[in-house]
T-cell receptor, first 115, second 115 residues
Framework: AQSVTQLDSQVPVFEEAPVELRCNYSSSVSVYLFWYVQYPNQGLQLLLKYLSGSTLVKGINGFEAEFNKSQTSFHLRKPSVHISDTAEYFCAVSDQSNNTGKLIFGQGTTLQVKP | NAGVMQNPRHLVRRRGQEARLRCSPMKGHSHVYWYRQLPEEGLKFMVYLQKENIIDESGMPKERFSAEFPKEGPSILRIQQVVRGDSAAYFC?????????????FGDGTRLSIL
């Protein structure tokens, strides 16, 4: 069975500072990896995804993530955050061999950007 | 292109009543996923449907919950005899093919409150 652990439930940071949101996963098979963002009272929006190839993935809004197979991690980073980045962030995996494509989500990390 | 449409956005029911949640996938998408988000938790997979077929319902509670995706019309998630523990946000996602390496597109969710 697969699982996803987001190590920080809340991350407070000042505007224009860098941020890293941590994600580790557990799986006995190869997976696809995703980061989604959820703004209040809205659905999830895809930030970026790792399918194969280069381990550094760039997404929307200046975010990037790095896949580390040996550490089974997929941490999300942004070099300079804005107030508008305040939201809930979810890491998710999908089993490459699964014929359904269902996503397994982490618990979420609340990013709080302070002025 | 319209995104994934869910209605109602908010639904209030008394214990013992029935709740019907609707999801219209994006145009051209024939694969629908339902997820539940309990307060302070991540999203949990419930069911995956294609037109007229339930493919994977491994995340559905054994009783009171059912889902359908008819040939015509939206996908419906039905909860009979609701209880307080059913209070949650229910999200629908769609994809044009089995999701896998294709990202799922999420609706804004239905927030179900049980009195």
């Amino acid at each position: 069975a697969q699982s996803v652990t987001q190590l920080d439930s809340q991350v407070p940071v000042f505007e224009e500072a860098p941020v890293e949101l941590r994600c580790n996963y557990s799986s006995s098979v190869s997976v696809y990896l995703f980061w989604y963002v959820q703004y209040p009272n809205q659905g999830l929006q895809l930030l970026l995804k790792y399918l194969s190839g280069s381990t550094l993935v760039k997404g929307i809004n200046g975010f990037e993530a790095e896949f580390n197979k040996s550490q089974t991690s997929f941490h999300l980073r942004k070099p300079s955050v804005h107030i508008s980045d305040t939201a809930e962030y979810f890491c998710a995996v999908s089993d490459q061999s699964n014929n359904t494509g269902k996503l397994i989500f982490g618990q979420g990390t609340t990013l709080q950007v302070k002025p | 292109n319209a995104g994934v449409m869910q209605n109602p956005r908010h639904l209030v029911r008394r214990r013992g009543q029935e709740a019907r949640l609707r999801c219209s996938p994006m145009k051209g998408h024939s694969h629908v996923y339902w997820y539940r988000q309990l307060p302070e938790e991540g999203l949990k997979f419930m069911v995956y449907l294609q037109k007229e077929n339930i493919i994977d319902e491994s995340g559905m509670p054994k009783e009171r919950f059912s889902a359908e995706f008819p040939k015509e019309g939206p996908s419906i998630l039905r909860i009979q005899q609701v209880v307080r523990g059913d209070s949650a946000a229910y999200f629908c996602a769609s994809s044009p093919v089995i999701a896998g390496n294709q990202p799922q597109h999420f609706g804004d969710g239905t927030r179900l409150s049980i009195l």
